[in-house]
């Protein structure tokens, strides 16, 4: 996630609805913030604005996103219990380039990733093109 990303920002609703439909589910949710700038302060004025119910942790050093392959905000990755990454990509195709989204999205990624892993089954689409602010290394 970026607080600065108008995509991110636009996810957050999409984002909580999911936090809510998987509430009962052994399922964890947090936000990574890949940049050197970015301060604690500002993931948590970000995380209250928008109402984000789960934590945000800044990625100063690139570690995480870097060990997760992450190239823009927002990106959605669902890993196992292990750390194994099971999907990557875009959280749905609302948005199918930068600056262009559809009225709703028509595929669900992130939800049907989530219900794949929690159902034992795999991910049938592992990796999609997510869609937004490019994190700068």
Not at 87 to 92: F, H, K, L, T
Not at 98 to 109: D, F, K, M, S, V
């Amino acid at each position: 996630m970026d607080p600065e990303c108008p995509i991110s920002q636009a996810y957050t609703l999409r984002l909580r609805s999911l936090v809510e439909e998987y509430k009962n589910e052994p399922v964890q949710f947090r936000a990574i913030y890949p940049s050197y700038t970015i301060r604690k302060k500002d993931i948590r004025r970000f995380h209250t604005k928008y109402q984000i119910p789960f934590t945000g942790e800044k990625d100063k050093d690139y570690q995480i996103s870097d060990r997760l392959d992450a190239t823009v905000t927002p990106e959605a990755i669902v890993t196992d219990a292990q750390g194994r990454v099971l999907y990557r990509g875009a959280i749905d195709n609302w948005y199918y380039a930068l600056g262009r989204n559809r009225t709703a999205p028509t595929e669900h990624y992130l939800k049907d990733a989530l219900d794949a892993a929690l159902n034992g089954q795999p991910v049938l689409m592992a990796r999609t093109q997510a869609v937004g602010c490019m994190i700068n290394r």
